[in-house]
């Protein structure tokens, strides 16, 4: 079973910062893909931040010069640190992998290119 835990998450006014954090049962290092989403109430689940095997980071334009993803292979963990918050910026937040291993792939804002979800952690930003 591939179990991926999110913490960090809580309210925090605009202009305000958290870093979220995904703790892996599983080796993050082989790993194609790996990937942060979130979801707003009566909206579709959208990518927010992908990192590959390279450690080439991609973002979606909303986020850009504000969010950061990132690995720490020691600790087999993900983080997503999250500056200049918006209101818009609240939602469920979704840490991701892919089913690929090793392989060097595109890693898209697509939800049905990962395989394994943690449970959620919400983010939300006052203004």
């Known amino acids: 079973q591939v179990q991926l835990v999110e913490s960090g998450g809580g309210s925090v006014q605009a202009g305000g910062s958290v870093r979220l954090s995904c703790a892996a049962s599983?080796?993050?290092?082989?790993?194609?893909?790996m990937g942060w989403f979130r979801q707003a109430p009566g909206k579709e689940r959208e990518g927010v931040a992908t990192i590959d095997i390279v450690d080439i980071a991609r973002y979606v334009d909303s986020v850009k010069g504000r969010f950061t993803i990132s690995k720490d292979n020691a600790k087999n963990t993900l983080y997503l640190q999250m500056n200049s918050l918006r209101p818009e910026d609240t939602a469920t937040y979704y840490c991701?992998?892919?089913?690929?291993?090793?392989?060097?792939?595109?890693?898209?804002?697509?939800?049905?290119?990962?395989?394994?979800w943690g449970q959620g952690t919400q983010v939300t930003v006052s203004s």
């Open positions: 991701a992998r892919s089913e690929r291993t090793w392989a060097r792939v595109s890693c898209e804002f697509d939800s049905a290119d990962f395989a394994y």
């Open positions: 599983v080796l993050i290092v082989s790993s194609s893909c």
